[in-house]
């Protein structure tokens, strides 16, 4: 399995949450690396990517409250969820385009998905 997630439940309004994402059979530092997420009846949206320059980017509604990070002696990203509102509570996917050093901000262009971790934030 190229991707397996870590982290998620449940957690207050303005509460923290970390998810980790193990990448196997490449490698992470080589390549765009990003979080998803996903409400019933809604489009996955981009959450955070990392290239493998180390570029970061971020979607508006969670600028300055999230963060992407990559261990490379791991082979793994993290998301810090920091500030966390009812209005995160999704299905997040961690996601990869192996072997690239261009964005992975649209989900079409994504080549592996994490099988999903539940995020629930109550208000």
């Known amino acids: 399995v190229p991707l397996v997630e870590s982290g998620g439940g449940s957690v207050q309004a303005g509460g923290s949450l970390r998810l980790s994402c193990a990448a196997s059979g490449f490698t992470a530092s080589e390549s765009c690396m990003g979080w998803f997420r996903q409400t019933p009846g809604k489009e996955r949206e981009r959450v955070a990517s990392i290239l493998s320059a180390g570029n970061t980017f971020y979607g508006d509604s969670v600028k300055g409250r999230f963060t992407i990070s990559r261990d490379n002696s791991q082979n793994m990203v993290s998301l810090q969820m920091n500030s966390l509102k009812a209005e995160d509570t999704a299905m997040y996917y961690c996601?990869?385009?192996?072997?690239?050093?261009?964005?992975?901000?649209?989900?079409?262009?994504?080549?592996?998905w994490g099988q999903g971790t539940q995020v629930t934030v109550s208000s």
């Open positions: 996601a990869a385009v192996p072997n690239s050093r261009y964005s992975c901000a649209q989900a079409q262009t994504i080549h592996y």
